[in-house]
């Protein structure tokens, strides 16, 4: 049974990606207890799952392994993964959250030696590269994972590989007899930080991504460059395995659209700007890029970065919102369109198509059963009907790491002012 002590001074943050984090640390080192809550079973959310960061073009790893140091530091700061809100009520300064516990059948004692894994044979997708991989049914989840233990999945347990990865281990971590339990906590305020997920592709049917393999989205395009993906950082075509180095981004690929998306997601053009440097990084002069836009938005200090790309001679621009998207008898796209700039029809050939697709909130808060205000686009308002509740991150909205962090800092202040206001009531 978990054991977890929370009072109407306790701050829960719901989602343990870069804005959760944030919010937790910032909370837990003014003093207050805070308990983080991941659905996954490691933090680090979609950030960890980047190849490289704009504009300084460094490794996620940087700031995450300062967290997971910070984390580690804090006493005040308890973390539960594989914790899932099941139901909130109450309200500010006396909250109530029912929390459920997925079983990952691994304890605390794992050194995370591996022995388990190679006892195990069955492969599943691998949800860190977005399915484009296989993993174990026993795993290490990434590189970087916090907590750094092993995983079961859930549908080897009753098998005799489950036994034999028990067996495996030397450090009695392995607990198959674990069961789901669920478990009420006190809060004075709630911080959810709960993220973001990637427009569904398949929706937009003019671009394929339903039907033609070598038409990817921009977050598969970040595990497929990662020495640590898939491929090993090798740009492969989903179709034949070939190297892929003629490269077309599309920009605003279900954004700006009052059929999908209506706002714009505040990243997709620095994410694009950022990928066509990979690619000059890994081809040089062989890999050229070329991003189809209608606007391309870097705002304040990313304007730099969208003129240094500019000059890169391998990256060509095209002001077009491209019509559809076909494939040739070998697999490759074709881009078909108007080229506003001159206007002329182009049906234009690829290796590999990227779709910039958007972001919309990975938890749909008007299905909570305690009301806050959300928008037409389903993120998170900031009202004071909220109450206790706040958002961090992109749970408030449409916005890129360096804005969460920040934003994600002013709602866990917001909240410590509120179990301040209690203590003091």
């Known amino acids: 049974m978990t054991d977890v002590v929370a009072t109407n001074q306790t701050i829960i943050v719901v989602g343990g990606g870069i804005s959760g984090m944030t919010a937790a640390l910032e909370a837990a080192e003014t003093g207050k207890q805070v308990i983080l809550l991941e659905k996954r079973p490691y933090l680090g959310g979609r950030v960890s799952q980047l ?64 022995e388990c894994e190679k006892a195990a044979t069955s492969e599943f997708d691998d949800e860190f590269n977005y399915n484009l991989g296989k993993r174990k049914g026993v795993y290490l989840p990434n590189a970087m994972a916090y907590p ?40 004075g305020a709630v911080v959810f930080a709960t993220g973001w997920k990637p427009f569904d592709a398949n929706k937009i049917q003019p671009y394929g991504y339903d039907r033609f393999a070598n038409v990817i989205n921009n977050v598969e395009f970040e595990r497929l460059m990662d020495p640590h993906g898939p491929t090993g950082g090798k740009l492969l075509r989903p179709s034949d395995g070939k190297e892929a180095k003629n490269i077309a981004f599309i920009q605003c690929a279900g954004s700006r659209d009052r059929n999908y998306l209506r706002h714009c997601s505040r990243f997709c053009c620095m994410a694009s700007l950022k990928q066509t440097q990979y690619v000059t990084e890994k ?23 969208y003129r240094n790309v500019q000059n890169d001679a391998n990256v060509s ?58 928008n037409e686009e389903g993120f998170i308002e900031h009202d004071e009907a909220n109450g206790g509740i706040f958002a961090a991150g992109v749970a408030a909205d449409a916005m890129d790491v360096n804005r969460a962090v920040q934003h994600a800092t002013a709602a866990a202040l917001r909240a410590v002012q509120v179990v301040n206001q209690v203590a003091g009531a």
């Open 51 to 114: 190849y490289k960061y704009f504009p300084k073009m460094c490794h996620p790893t940087c700031g995450q392994e300062i967290n997971q140091r910070r984390i580690k530091m804090n006493k005040n700061l308890t973390v539960l993964t594989q914790a899932e809100v099941s139901n909130i009520s109450g309200d500010k300064g006396d909250y109530t959250v029912s929390v459920t516990l997925t079983p990952r059948y691994v304890n605390s004692n794992c050194t995370a030696c591996g």
């Open 317 to 374: 621009f095209i002001k077009s919102k491209v019509a559809k998207v076909e494939a040739d008898k070998e697999g490759n796209p074709v881009l078909h369109g108007v080229n506003t700039e001159g206007y002329h029809r182009y049906a234009d050939t690829y290796d590999l198509v990227v779709l910039a697709t958007g972001m919309e909130p990975s938890v749909d808060f008007k299905g909570l059963p305690i009301k806050i205000a959300v």
């Open 283 to 305: 081809y040089g002069d062989e890999g050229k890029s070329t991003i189809y836009y209608i606007d391309i938005r870097s705002i304040d200090r990313f304007e730099d970065f």
């Open 148 to 187: 750094q233990q092993y995983v079961i999945d859930s549908r080897l347990i009753g098998t005799a590989e489950a036994e034999a990865a028990k067996a495996a281990c030397k450090y009695g971590a392995i607990d198959l007899d674990e069961k789901e339990e669920t478990i009420e906590l006190k809060a």
